[in-house]
């Protein structure tokens, strides 16, 4: 499984980005889905996390009612629509696919990452 992540940039605080995450040569709709991200210095996070149908999804406590994640089954792509930013949610970005349950970090594939930077 190949995972390609889409649309980081430079925003400022306050403002709307919306980041997506391709798949493919996989059984996308099989899999849960999640977003990380890690900050220079710390640890790598988890954001969001969708299971294969869309029914459930798990935010951090950080980002709850600020960020929002979705899937495409059909197009084989999860986003995460992020409002009102602030500069502590700058990171570079991950999106991650099929693990046993959206609050681990044992997902089996990986995207490269794009980076988000909010400033002041």
């Known amino acids: 499984v190949q995972l390609q992540a889409y649309g980081g940039g430079l925003v400022q605080a306050g403002d709307s980005l919306g980041l997506s995450c391709a798949a493919s040569?996989?059984?996308?709709?099989?899999?849960?889905m999640a977003w990380f991200r890690q900050a220079p210095g710390k640890e790598r996070e988890l954001v969001a996390g969708?299971?294969?149908?869309?029914?459930?999804?798990k935010y951090a406590d950080s980002v709850k009612g600020r960020f929002t994640i979705s899937r495409d089954n059909i197009k084989n792509t999860m986003y995460l629509q992020m409002n009102s930013l602030k500069p502590e949610d700058t990171a570079v970005y991950y999106c991650?696919?099929?693990?046993?349950?959206?609050?681990?970090?044992?997902?089996?594939?990986w995207g490269q990452g794009t980076q988000v930077t909010v400033s002041s």
């Open positions: 969708i299971t294969w149908g869309g029914g459930t999804t």
């Open positions: 040569g996989g059984t996308f709709r099989r899999y849960i």
């Open positions: 991650a696919a099929d693990a046993p349950s959206i609050a681990t970090m044992n997902y089996a594939y």
